[in-house]
């Protein structure tokens, strides 16, 4: 468990995956990130990109991923991924499964309390999240986590064989707000 000044971080578990796909595709705080040209994922297609390391830790290195905990209430997830990117990155996503929890600083609670850990535990040094520019409300979360707008190139961040998949972002070119944390 990691413990922020607000919530707690428990690792996720495999049987808490279909739990992580509805609150990011069918919760009332869906329309945050999931907009009308876009695409919903099957639960089989979700497991492939939230793949069994996330919820088991075997990986921790790759990625991980946390169910945000509100005393004894779970209210979202957050993940976060390094396969794809250049040492000492981590790429991070998270959401919350109810409005009620939103504008409350859960949030950036979550985002600074897994930035400790990732630096302190597991050495990492930056850290980058790429909302949707339709999302101002999860940017400006995010700025107050620590996060600040860039436009480092993909190059910057990326691993070579990751660019051609993940160099657009979730939104396509030109659609997701690249937001640089330095960890530590």
């Known amino acids: 468990m990691l413990n922020g000044?607000?919530?707690?971080?428990?690792?996720?578990?495999?049987?808490?995956?279909?739990?992580?796909?509805?609150?990011?595709?069918?919760?009332?705080?869906?329309?945050?990130?999931?907009?009308?040209?876009t695409d919903i994922p099957s639960y089989a297609e979700f497991c492939e990109d939230y793949a069994d390391y996330y919820f088991d830790?075997?990986?921790?290195l790759d990625g991980r991923g946390f169910i945000i905990m509100l005393g004894d209430e779970s209210i979202g997830f957050l993940s976060y991924?390094?396969?794809?990117?250049q040492p000492g990155?981590?790429?991070?996503?998270?959401?919350?499964?109810?409005e009620q929890h939103c504008g409350k600083g859960y949030g950036s609670d979550t985002l600074k309390t897994l930035g400790r850990y990732l630096a302190d535990e597991l050495g990492f040094t930056h850290a980058i999240m790429r909302p949707s520019w339709e999302n101002p409300r999860a940017i400006a979360a995010y700025e107050k986590a620590g996060f600040v707008r860039s436009d480092l190139p993909p190059e910057s961040y990326l691993l070579p064989e990751h660019m051609q998949d993940y160099a657009d972002g979730d939104y396509g070119e030109g659609g997701d707000a690249l937001l640089v944390w330095a960890l530590g």
Not at 81 to 85: I, P, Q, R
């Open 5 to 37: 000044k607000k919530i707690t971080l428990v690792p996720a578990e495999l049987s808490q995956r279909e739990d992580v796909y509805n609150w990011c595709f069918h919760s009332e705080t869906s329309k945050a990130h999931v907009f009308a040209d």
């Open 57 to 60: 830790g075997t990986r921790p």
């Open 89 to 98: 990155w981590a790429e991070l996503d998270n959401w919350l499964a109810r």
């Open 81 to 85: 991924c390094a396969f794809h990117l």
